[in-house]
């Protein structure tokens, strides 16, 4: 189905990323594996191998993120697909959450997917071939209460692989960004959620969204494993999409939101066209 490659994954002790990482492994690829905490990976993959390199690394530090890279290089002689996966959640509204909090979440969810992009290029643009795969969410094109940032965040990661795709087409480089709904991983539990810490009562509608979501940690209807799989099989393809929703859950979130923005840029259409200087 698709033929062996050297992988690098970030955020794969967990979720995703270590479905990833052993659903790879066991289908013969070479896996470099990072984590904030190298014990973790070990502990849930097993010990490093000749084809499996798992490495610490802390992705808002562009000298650690480099180094792994080199590291990958050296190991495997290339790398041909990069899964920018590292990333946890934030709710609060933008007034609960502090500045430090708030930029604590780009420097992982966004610099750090930028910290990996800007160091793997030169490999990729060099051997004129790769696939870059961002994890954004569908929270990063349909929104909900109570999620303003972490949905700045993955509106984020959304325009820059936008972009990215036009930029490196040249060199052979491309690029997907994938946009999962619900799925039954951790990211629902205190070790990948951060919910502000000096809530304010007056925005009920915030607190009653987190209560809703929080419930559903453990009854989420999205299979990691299927949705590990689907990744892989897009990265095996000759033409890959731009954009992969995962979920029913995230495919009907995008259709709503598409159509809601049909209507609202249509609204003022004669506005919009009228700004030109008259003849």
């Known amino acids: 189905m698709y033929s062996t490659k050297s992988w690098f994954i970030t955020g794969a002790s967990k979720g995703f990323g270590l479905s990833l990482v052993k659903q790879l492994l066991a289908a013969g690829h070479q896996v470099a594996a990072t984590s904030r905490r190298l014990a973790d990976l070990v502990s849930a993959v097993g010990e490093p191998s000749a084809n499996f390199l798992p490495i610490e690394v802390n992705l808002a530090d ?7 890279l080199h590291q990958t290089k050296k190991a495997f002689g290339r790398i041909d697909v990069v899964i920018n ?12 959450l502090t ?8 420097d992982v969810n966004v610099f750090g997917t930028l910290n990996v992009i800007r160091n793997v290029m030169p490999y990729m643009r060099k051997q004129q071939s790769g696939h870059i795969i961002n994890i954004s969410s569908i929270a990063g094109i349909a929104p909900a209460t109570g999620w303003a940032i972490y949905a700045a965040t993955k509106f984020s990661v959304i325009g820059l692989s936008e972009v990215l795709a036009a930029d490196v087409k040249e060199f052979g480089v491309k690029v997907t960004v994938v946009a999962p709904g619900a799925f039954r991983t ?34 989420q209807a999205g299979d990691p494993e299927k949705a590990a799989a689907a990744i892989i099989n897009v990265a095996g393809e000759e033409n890959p999409p731009l954009y992969l929703l995962l979920g029913g859950d995230a495919y009907d979130r995008a259709m709503d939101k598409l159509n809601k923005l049909e209507k609202e840029f249509k609204f003022n259409e004669d506005l919009s066209r009228s700004m030109a200087y008259s003849a």
């Open 62 to 68: 562009e000298d650690s993120v480099g180094c792994a």
């Open 85 to 96: 996966n590292a990333g946890y959640g934030i709710g609060g509204s933008i007034e609960e």
């Open 99 to 106: 500045d430090q909090e708030t930029r604590a979440s780009f």
């Open 186 to 219: 951790s990211f629902l539990t205190p070790d990948s959620l951060i919910i502000a810490k000096n809530p304010i009562d007056d925005y009920k509608d915030v607190r009653e969204t987190h209560t809703r979501y929080l419930k559903m940690d453990g009854s």
